[in-house]
């Protein structure tokens, strides 16, 4: 199995910017399908982007325009970078691999991270 870890969550004011690291611990990292979703008290979890191996991107739309999603498969870490953050972007953000296709959907993902926190506020 593989570990994911999240790191580069922080305080930040609206409209600043963070990069948000996932990195696979402990095996090799193959999985094809890697995303992240995000997580606020009482929400279910929502689908903000995913990547492939091969690089093919599938961003949802309150973000699309201002996060990236990257992937650096020779040092088994993906990134989301997120510009003009919003306090609505406010989460825990979760890092998410799998070896199937890319999805929007949480149940088709097979390891997740612990989460960082990302705060948006003035």
């Known amino acids: 199995q593989v570990q994911l870890v999240e790191s580069g969550g922080g305080l930040v004011q609206p409209g600043g910017s963070l990069r948000l690291s996932c990195a696979a611990l402990?095996?090799?990292?193959?999985?094809?399908?890697m995303a992240w979703f995000r997580q606020v008290p009482g929400n279910d979890r929502e689908f903000v982007a995913a990547?492939?191996?091969?690089?093919?991107?599938r961003i949802d739309e309150p973000v699309k325009g201002r996060f990236a999603i990257s992937r650096d498969n020779a040092q088994n870490t993906m990134y989301l970078q997120m510009n003009s953050l919003r306090p609505e972007d406010s989460a825990v953000y979760y890092c998410?691999?799998?070896?199937?296709?890319?999805?929007?959907?949480?149940?088709?993902?097979?390891?997740w991270g612990q989460g960082t926190q990302v705060t948006v506020s003035s």
């Open positions: 402990g095996r090799t990292f193959s999985s094809n399908a």
């Open positions: 990547i492939n191996r091969s690089g093919a991107t």
């Open positions: 998410a691999a799998g070896n199937r296709f890319v999805a929007t959907t949480s149940s088709q993902y097979d390891y």
